[in-house]
């Protein structure tokens, strides 16, 4: 079993900027005022005073006033699955799973396009309310051991040192820069 993060590893680009500026386009309006907000609420995440999710549920709160969000996120996600780098496409296999601080909703439509049946992203409820935690850093891996208990993790890939906790699950973890995969060690800057 190989695991890999989603954004800026297989997917080259950030889906979260993505669904901004493709949003941004189609709903000005509602984007600005999500940013606006979100703005004054990362100012309280920076002294301490809210959890970061606080913030992106804000930064993302205009997707759930969208007619047809299901529709909406399948467009999303044809028009960006030309984002996927080519060297996973040659190491996909049929065991990999994906663990994603990004929104489910959006990256399991990715996966379900790819073939990928095993993902862990971020849930949201239908007013997009994260449900439980951002997944990010520890998070993925307490959620990875929920869903896949003792599992033995051959690689895993991520371009952020806060995924350290999940690469520390495989036998080989990778670094992801751009497009070259460089084996992970101690003594790696990120």
């Not at 890999?4 to 590893?9: M, P, Q, R, S």
């Amino acid at each position: 079993m190989n695991i890999y993060d989603f954004d800026n590893t297989i997917y080259n680009g950030d889906t979260n900027r993505d669904i901004i500026v493709y949003s941004i386009k189609r709903h000005p309006i509602n984007v600005i005022i999500s940013l606006i907000k979100s703005k004054k609420l990362y100012k309280k995440y920076k002294k301490g005073l809210i959890e970061f999710k606080d913030v992106k549920e804000v930064m993302l709160s205009f997707l759930f006033k969208i007619n047809n969000l299901d529709e909406y996120l399948d467009k999303f996600v044809d028009k960006h699955l030309k984002n996927i780098k080519y060297w996973y496409y040659n190491q996909q296999k049929e065991d990999d799973v994906i663990i994603s601080a990004s929104y489910e909703i959006w990256i399991k439509k990715f996966c379900d396009r790819l073939g990928i049946k095993n993902v862990i992203a971020t849930k949201t409820d239908d007013n997009g309310k994260i449900i439980g935690k951002n997944l990010k850093g520890e998070e993925k891996v307490i959620e990875f051991k929920k869903q896949f208990n003792n599992e033995v993790v051959e690689c895993a890939y991520s371009d952020a040192k806060i995924d350290l906790p999940m690469l520390g699950l495989a036998k080989k973890p990778y670094v992801v820069k751009g497009n070259k995969i460089i084996p992970y060690t101690k003594n790696y800057k990120f």
